[in-house]
């Protein structure tokens, strides 16, 4: 009997971060592909585009008028998912029906008056204002006393929901703790609790180690496909040191995180000669005025192309009945990612 070997056997792998499980089928990653490829037409994006929201001196689509902004720009959404008036009272009927109101505030942040410049094609000065930004209203958004959680997010191109193509990214801030980073809390902790360490300070450890997965480190950061990744090219940034939340990042470490993510995106945009979409976000300690000491700062980076500009995954079937799965393999990603070349394809 042959021995196991993740590169050809079918297996299943550990997501340390939820305690899920996902399928990976190495070998269908060897069946001839026939489905259709296409390179993307390369669209020609206005510095200003005097019919953008978000654009400087613009009228939004609610009727308010922005300033004239030289760098970020940050407002309240016009259209929230979350409010702040609404009571955060229980509602239930019988033993089955549950709800409770969820008082909370979102807001847009513009990363640039530039109508045509994603993070790739940024200056790492221009990434250290918005992460700059960023950490400005974590603290701001977390010292209220009814916001326990503050998600920092950016849907990048309209497969991935982004319904204005001027760079921006989102800020949610919410009384409860949200599933996805309450699941996280709870692994991190259940770990920090049995071993008295990190969780991903002890995986970051073994993946160095491992050199397998690594696409990119410098001296405060690392950028690795996980183990348990299910997106195509899903990467995880991780701080090297143990910390909380962007709170805590000094300026080098600051400026370490702007590099980190100007070089990840650049290789995003190298793989398929396109301006690649993804869906990505940091997960940091709530704001519910408790010590975390489990929390880890990480951002996550969920991007759907699989083979192309124009092939995506989708969760369909067996992912949605039973558990994630996927054919290529992280490690391969993670070479793929690794030596694409440094500088943006439009040159």
Known sequence: MNDFDLKNHP????NLLTGEWILVSPHRAKRPWQGQVEKSPVEEVLAYDPKCYLCPGNNRAGGKKNPEYQQTFVFDNDFSALLMETPNQEWQKGNLLQAQGEPGICRVVC???RHDLTLPEMNPEDILVIIQTWTEQYQELGDRPEI???QIFENKGLI??????????????QHSIPMESATELKQLGSYLNKNQSCLLCDYLKLEKQLSERIVLENNHFTALVPFWAVWPFEVLILSNRHYGSLLDLNQEEKKSLALILKKLTTRYDNLFHT??????????SPTDKKDHPECHLHVHFYPPLLRSATVKKFMVGY???????R????EWSADTLKNLSGK???G
Not at 11 to 14: A, S, T
């Open 275 to 284: 301006s690649f979409p993804y869906s990505a976000g940091f997960h940091q």
């Open 160 to 173: 991935m929901g982004c319904s204005n193509p001027h760079p921006h990214g989102q800020i949610w801030a």
């Open 148 to 150: 326990n959680h503050v």
């Open 319 to 325: 992912e949605m009945l039973a558990e994630a799965q």
């Open 11 to 14: 297996h299943r792998r550990l």
């Open 344 to 346: 943006h394809w439009k």
């Open 111 to 113: 990363f640039s008056p």
């Open 327 to 330: 054919d290529i393999t992280p």
